[in-house]
Nanobody, 125 residues
């Protein structure tokens, strides 16, 4: 049974930092890529960042490049999203997700098979 459990969300002032964690279990990590998405009220879920579990190759949305860092700890089967220089427009529910690594694209929600329950991040101005 695949499980993705996010933690680490909360309320932070603009310019501050937060780190999200996603504890994963129930699948063969070396054959998957994992990603972070976010969804603000009234908006579609959007890609934030992705990482290939086998080789650590990463990809970021332009809106977070230079501010967010995706990483993984293979020993703990956990993925992280370090978020720095947060802005009010980063406010959203953040979701972690897993996709088989042979999928053609890791920025679209439809290529991900498994999703976590979401973690709220609120950035105040």
């Amino acid at each position: 049974q695949v499980q993705l459990v996010e933690s680490g969300g909360g309320l932070v002032q603009a310019g501050g930092s937060l780190t999200l964690s996603c504890a994963a279990s129930g699948f063969t990590f070396s054959t998957y890529a994992m990603g972070w998405f976010r969804q603000a009220p009234g908006k579609e879920r959007e890609f934030v960042a992705a990482i290939a579990w086998s080789d650590g190759i990463t990809d970021y949305a332009d809106s977070v490049k230079g501010r967010f860092t995706i990483s993984k700890d293979s020993a703990k089967n956990t993925m992280y999203l370090q978020m720095n220089s947060l802005k009010p427009e980063d406010t959203a529910v953040y979701y972690c997700a897993a996709a088989p690594k042979y999928r053609p694209n890791y920025t679209l929600t439809r290529y991900y098979d498994y999703w976590g329950q979401g973690s709220q991040v609120t950035v105040s101005s």
